[in-house]
Antibody, heavy 112, light 108 residues
């Protein structure tokens, strides 16, 4: 059974940092590009960042470029998102996904 | 920046057919994907590569493509189909992934 388990969310002040993790099981992680997608409260889905299977290519939405860094450890079947200089508008549930299956997400709240 | 456009809402009676259209300039070059999301739940992939359906998805869900639009069709709508539906694709250079704004399907 394919499982994606996000963790690392929480409450952080504006300007702060968080590191999200996504532990994957049930498929050959290294063969798949992975993506972070977020959803602000009551809003639609927003693509955040993607990474190729061997970490050779990374892509970012303009809204997070220069602040967020996506990475992966294929030996640990884990995807990461380092989020720096957080803003109130980054408040959202963050999902990790290869698009055909999704985790339950982790909530990030940026507030003073 | 690249955008995908969907209607904010669609309403249909049980047993009828619902069609949700998504438009975007790069859709002739890029595959589209459709997701269903119910309140408090993660999205579920309904359609991939314009018209392919995962085996676990009921046959009443189908997808099609024509030029700069893609369409999700739900035949014989059921009450349980009431949800938000999102289209997803990439820009022409495959640099950015984009989601449509979402369509709320109401079953009357």
């Amino acid at each position: 059974e394919v499982q994606l388990l996000e963790s690392g969310g929480g409450l952080v002040q504006p300007g702060g940092s968080l590191r999200l993790s996504c532990a994957v099981s049930g498929f050959t992680f290294s063969r798949y590009a992975m993506t972070w997608v977020r959803q602000a409260p009551g809003k639609g889905l927003e693509w955040v960042s993607s990474i190729g299977g061997s970490s050779n290519n990374t892509y970012y939405a303009d809204s997070v470029k220069g602040r967020f860094t996506i990475s992966r450890d294929n030996s640990k079947n884990t995807l990461y998102l380092q989020m720096n200089s957080l803003r109130v508008e980054d408040t959202a549930v963050y999902y990790c996904t290869p698009f055909d299956v999704w985790g339950r997400g982790t909530l990030v709240t940026v507030s003073s | 920046s690249y955008e995908l456009t969907q209607p904010p809402s669609v309403s249909v009676s049980p047993g009828q057919t619902a069609r949700i259209i998504c438009s975007g300039d790069a859709l002739p070059k890029q595959y589209a994907y459709w997701y269903q999301q119910k309140p408090g739940q993660a999205p579920v992939l309904l359609i991939y590569k314009d018209s392919q359906r995962p085996s676990r998805i009921p046959e009443r869900f189908s997808g099609s493509s024509s030029g700069t639009t893609v369409t999700l069709t739900i035949s014989g709508v059921q009450a349980e189909d009431e949800a938000h539906y999102y289209c997803h694709s990439a820009d022409s250079s495959s640099t950015y992934e984009v989601f449509g704004g979402g369509t709320k399907l109401t079953v009357l």
